[in-house]
T-cell receptor, first 111, second 115 residues
């Protein structure tokens, strides 16, 4: 079945550092891809999405490009802030329209 | 837009008790999903509804769990009897008819502790 694999955390960075979280997927069709973010004590919020190959999603300085050839959707941010500390989930919609999530990557940004 | 509203935010109860979690979806959203989040298993889809009808309940762990959606504005997830291993954060999420391309909107969750 469809699945998502993302790098394990925690990832600890200093403020203004560059962040990359790797995400690869396995899917039979052409899924839409998402990054969600979860702040402590809150639900998941959509960070960005891409619905077809070569699309780039972007929001709040974060970017991810849908790479069909490498089945990847890596999340990047050029300069992180303490407020970016959260858990990040990569996800896809499978052929049934259900979200398949990766395990989540905790990011800790220190001042 | 009020977003997905879940209640209660926190629930602490003793094992054996009945627990009812509630969700009010975003108006106009056709699909409603119930998830459970734990450290050990991550996010698990329990059940989802389309136009108030349960479509896939294969993720419901046991007969102790049941979910209903009596109308487009309300859904419940019930656990009876509850057990300590049911302790988790339960999320409700909804999305419109284009569920393949549009993101699901999540509530803030119910943190359930069974003693």
């Amino acid at each position: 079945g469809d699945s998502v694999t993302q790098m394990e955390g925690p990832v600890t960075l200093s403020e203004e550092a560059f962040l990359t979280i790797n995400c690869t997927y396995t899917a039979t069709g052409y899924p839409s891809l998402f990054w969600y973010v979860q702040y402590p004590g809150e639900g998941l919020q959509l960070l960005l999405k891409a619905t077809k190959a070569d699309d780039k999603g972007s929001n709040k300085g974060f970017e991810a490009t849908y790479r069909k050839e490498t089945t990847s959707f890596h999340l990047e941010k050029g300069s992180v802030q303490v407020s970016d500390s959260a858990v990040y989930f990569c996800a896809l919609t499978d052929s049934w329209g259900k979200l398949q999530f990766g395990a989540g990557t905790q990011v800790v940004v220190t001042p | 837009d009020a977003g997905v509203i879940q209640s209660p935010r926190h629930e602490v109860t003793e094992m054996g008790q009945e627990v009812t979690l509630r969700c009010k979806p975003i108006s106009g959203h056709d699909y409603l999903f119930w998830y459970r989040q734990t450290m050990m298993r991550g996010l698990e889809l329990l059940i989802y509804f389309n136009n108030n009808v349960p479509i896939d309940d294969s993720g419901m762990p046991e007969d102790r769990f049941s979910a209903k959606m009596p109308n487009a504005s309300f859904s419940t997830l019930k656990i009876q009897p509850s057990e300590p291993r049911d302790s988790a954060v339960y999320f409700c999420a909804t999305v419109g008819s284009d569920r393949n391309n549009q993101p699901q909107h999540f509530g803030d969750g119910t943190r359930l502790s069974i003693l």
